[in-house]
């Protein structure tokens, strides 16, 4: 009480308003006279409308103290804050106020508010899961660190702050609370529609969304306008949305769906999980089968509880993620079919071993040779009991012999000098190793019931089965495998597979003759053991125990019957078949052997091959077309368009992981000088020679020689065709127009599809260089012999199919070949580096490079990737082809027909 100060006289409401701000200012000002002064109002956007006027009355003031006011508010509020909307009108156009957006905060400034929360220095691994679950939002940040200490997972302890495991931080109350009431300020159609998002993630797509809710599409934009004017989500254009009309939206923050699914019962999250999974394969039927939502569409299911489906989109998921490089994810995606399938009992125990195995793979590339041991132990229980199981419930034999063509072009079935594709698949047929390769890319056991990675992976030790046997009787043991392999590396066979084992203990003396074969790091110990002993750990070795390669021979018949072994007359072998009859250039015919005892998922007994050296639509026709064929291999654009107009409802495609290039003698002029190979990549139109030449049954070769679908694949690396830098390489080399330039020989082979078309590659380089090439023509037989005894010409055809999958097999196996002149030591450096990296990323990345720098020296002019191309009857229920192979006969089912 002031007694001694009048009161003040009557105002109207307006006039003491105005007394009372030019008070508080005259206050304000005086304080700021002696030092400047700040003033800070918290969430502004809640203000009344006098308040605000007396802020406006303050900011006129401030022009000419040294005062500063902060406003801090809320944009999402602004809708329901109208004061304060007209208010901030108001304020900018007076220009009394600057608008700052603030944004969340970064990694490192996360990293200085928990410093100064917990007043010490922070772990960077406690920073990282903060910002991950807080996205810096700084009062995110607080509560979850007030959270965190009082659920006892940050505490005191000896003068500083000590954390437990941060594998999972719970929302905090408040946090959740903050949100949920901005989330109950939405219609309720929005937050049903935000629920359903909740359970598609993080990002969710527009059209899955309006598949997955009964709202029609005006009402669900109108919900999700609801929720962006409330910025609980906001829109993510999709790469090509301007031309799909794609759309995606992603929630504000990640804090934001985890509060929404909590908030779901577990019985209706099942269901809503189901709709979810339904409404992607409604939304993205078109692009299933590239298993590019697999992993989105298996997490559905699982969480549904459908155990089926949730496997088969998991295992998709595990396939791409591998064929992409993604080895992580990968591993993650098969250990959560494998889950299911150990569920299933009996009926999934077969695809639970495969899964199983293919952990093991995984781990290995790796180089976690541990885990690897664990999974391939789990694999070989789970191999024995479906073998058990597969003996109980065998398919009734096929109703007759698979028929087909097949090449009568025969160089040797002895695995170790199979070369040429048509022999080591006849080879396959025959003959079987200690594992295989199924069409899914898993190793499976074959002769080895099992096996053990020691020494950080440099030593492998079989244990073979005790009752497999040779078509003549005898018992397959260790000691043929060490035979066939020591056979191989020796200096008297001149076959360029013994490449496949140099990375055996002593291989690479004993082949050039300074060794003797009992250096070399293979050994049986007894008959079912054998040991294997590397120089160095490489992630990809089991896939070469699948090779042809690789199987054993029947030394008691080698021996005897000397380099003639594999004729009719002597061949004895262990595969799923046996021959039962040969007729050069006319026909072969396997039955099925019943000594094998590897895994079986057809039921064909008999294969009845009608041998062709050049196939023709004729030929086709005529047997296909009279059901005296269930299978036709097609080769040719011609009869390619032939067999889909005929016959479109049995006509079956596939890629294959399959190379067609040209190749250089750089040892000698003109090819010695890389402008001058530069220049005649650049003058090649490969996607004209693809679509136009060979009317699109080929896909051009746009990259390296890795081809796409294999780890490693490195799109549109290649020299693309510019016939400007290809005659301005040419004359830096000495050839202006081509003059000068000597007379230069080629190699091909004749006939099939994939093929070089030397017409138009000559034409090319005639109109655009002006150079000519002379080609010469081999069959396949004479070619490969012709490479082997003069050596290669100074250009020649060359291709590579992938062994196994993995880009090794081009980028080191395939410039291992003896006709393969091009040498770089720096590429030699970096593919060394790669094959014995343990983090499989960082080896692609090194392949990758390894792959640009020949691409860069032309080494090579990569052409064309293959396809299969196959007229299929509708009895052949399942017939199994991968990218690689496409000869599993032992697992094709032909059902009863008339």
Same mark, same amino acid.
């Given at each position: ?327 992580r994810e990968a591993i993650t995606h098969y250990q959560q079919a494998l889950g299911f399938l150990k569920e299933q009992g009996p009926i999934g125990l077969a695809r639970a071993a495969r899964t199983a195995m293919s952990l093991g793979l995984l781990h290995q590339t790796f180089f976690d040779f541990d885990q690897s041991r664990e999974a391939y132990q789990e694999a070989f229980t789970l191999w024995q009991q479906a073998s058990d199981q597969q003996a109980q419930t065998a398919l009734p034999p096929a109703p ?167 004729? /009719? ?292 002019? /990569? ?36």
């Open positions: 009480n002031f007694p001694h100060v009048p009161p003040n006289p009557p105002q109207t409401p307006q006039a003491e308003q105005l007394h009372l701000f030019e008070s508080v200012a005259a206050f304000v000002t005086a304080v700021a006279a002696k030092a400047p002064l700040m003033i800070v109002i918290d969430d502004a956007h809640w203000a009344d409308s006098a308040t605000l006027l007396l802020l406006r009355h303050l900011a006129r003031r401030a022009r000419s103290s040294r005062l500063l006011l902060v406003l801090t508010y809320r944009e999402i509020e602004l809708d329901e804050a109208r004061p304060f909307h007209e208010a901030q009108l108001d304020f900018h156009r007076e220009r009394l106020a600057t608008r700052l957006k603030l944004t969340r905060l970064d990694r490192a400034q996360t990293e200085e508010l928990l410093s100064a929360l917990f007043q010490s220095a922070i772990e960077p691994d406690f920073a990282q899961a903060i910002y991950r679950e807080t996205e810096g939002n700084p009062f995110f940040i607080e509560e979850v660190c007030k959270a965190l200490i009082e659920s006892g997972k940050v505490y005191r302890a000896d003068g500083r702050w000590q954390q437990a495991s941060l594998d999972e931080i719970e929302i905090p109350q408040s946090v959740r609370l903050a949100i949920q009431t901005r989330l109950g300020k939405l219609p309720e159609a929005a937050q049903d529609t935000l629920r359903l998002g909740a359970v598609l993630g993080r990002e969710f797509d527009f059209e899955v969304l309006r598949a997955m809710s009964d709202l029609d599409e005006e009402r669900l934009i109108d919900a999700l306008e609801a929720a962006e004017r409330a910025q609980l989500i906001g829109e993510v254009p999709r790469s090509g949305a301007a031309r799909s009309g794609a759309m995606s939206f992603a929630f504000a923050h990640a804090l934001i769906p985890a509060t929404l699914y909590d908030g779901v019962s577990g019985l209706r999250r099942q269901r809503l999980h189901r709709r979810a999974a339904q409404a992607m394969e409604r939304a993205h039927a078109d692009r299933l089968a590239s298993g590019e939502f697999a992993a989105a569409i298996g997490r559905h299911y699982a969480e549904a509880g459908d155990a089926d489906k949730a496997i088969d989109y998991l295992l998709q998921a595990g396939d791409r993620a591998r064929r992409m490089s993604g080895y007759h012999a698979l028929r087909g063509f097949w090449s009568a072009d025969r160089t040797s079935l002895d695995p170790a000098l199979a070369m040429t594709s048509d022999d080591i698949q006849t080879v396959e047929q025959l003959f079987s190793g200690l594992a295989e390769l199924s069409p899914e890319y898993d190793v499976v056991p074959v002769l080895a019931r099992r096996w053990e990675v020691l020494d950080g992976g440099r030593r492998y030790v079989f244990y073979l089965r005790s009752d497999c046997r040779w078509s003549d009787g005898w018992p397959v043991t260790a000691h043929d495998v060490e035979y066939a392999w020591k056979r191989l590396l020796s200096p008297a066979l001149d076959t360029p597979n013994a490449e496949f084992l140099m990375d055996l203990k002593g291989a690479r003396a004993y082949r050039r003759g300074e060794g003797h074969a009992a250096e070399v790091g293979v050994r049986a110990t007894d008959d079912h053991t054998l040991v294997v002993e590397l120089d160095e750990p490489i992630g990809h070795f089991m896939y070469v125990m699948t090779l042809a390669a690789m199987f054993p021979v029947p030394r008691h018949v080698v021996e005897q019957a000397g380099a003639d072994w594999w004729r /009719p007359e002597h061949l004895v072998t262990n595969g799923p078949f046996r021959l039962a009859e040969w007729q050069y250039n006319r026909r072969m015919v396997l039955e099925r052997d019943p000594n094998y005892r590897g895994p079986v998922r057809g039921n064909v007994q008999r294969v009845e091959l009608t041998l062709v050296h050049h196939l023709t639509r004729a030929g086709v026709h005529e047997k296909y077309e009279a059901g005296l064929h269930d299978v036709a291999s097609l080769d040719g654009a011609d009869m390619i368009e032939w067999a889909r107009r005929q016959y479109p409802g049995e006509y079956f495609s596939a890629p294959v992981s399959y190379t067609l290039f040209l190749a250089f003698d750089t040892t000698r002029p003109p090819f010695d000088d890389a402008r001058v190979r530069r220049a005649l990549a650049h003058a090649i139109d490969q996607q004209t020679l693809a679509e136009n030449v060979h009317r699109g049954v080929v896909a051009p070769a746009l990259g390296g020689l890795v081809p796409p679908g294999m780890p490693g694949h490195s799109p549109r690396i290649g020299l693309a065709f510019d016939p400007g830098k290809a005659r301005q390489l040419l004359a830096e080399a000495g050839y202006p127009g081509g003059q000068g330039f000597p007379p230069i020989e080629a190699w091909t082979t004749s006939g099939g599809e994939f093929n070089v078309n030397p017409t138009y590659v000559a034409t090319q380089w005639r109109e655009q260089l002006n150079i000519d090439i002379r080609w010469t023509h081999f069959d396949w037989t004479t070619y490969f012999k012709q490479l082997a005894a003069a050596g290669p010409p100074p250009l020649y055809r060359m291709a590579w199919i992938a062994d196994y999958p993995d880009a090794d097999t081009f980028l080191y196996m395939a410039m291992r070949q003896p006709y393969v002149r091009w040498r770089n030591p720096q590429y030699e450096r970096l593919i060394e580096t790669a094959r014995h990296m343990a983090d499989p990323v960082e080896r692609i990345k090194f392949y990758q490079a390894a792959e640009r720098l020949l691409v860069d020296e032309a080494a090579f002019i /990569p052409l064309l990737h293959g396809c299969h191309h196959f007229l299929i009857k509708p009895w052949i229920k399942q017939f199994p082809v991968s990218a690689m192979k496409a000869s599993y006969w032992k697992d094709v089912i032909i059902e009863p027909h008339e």
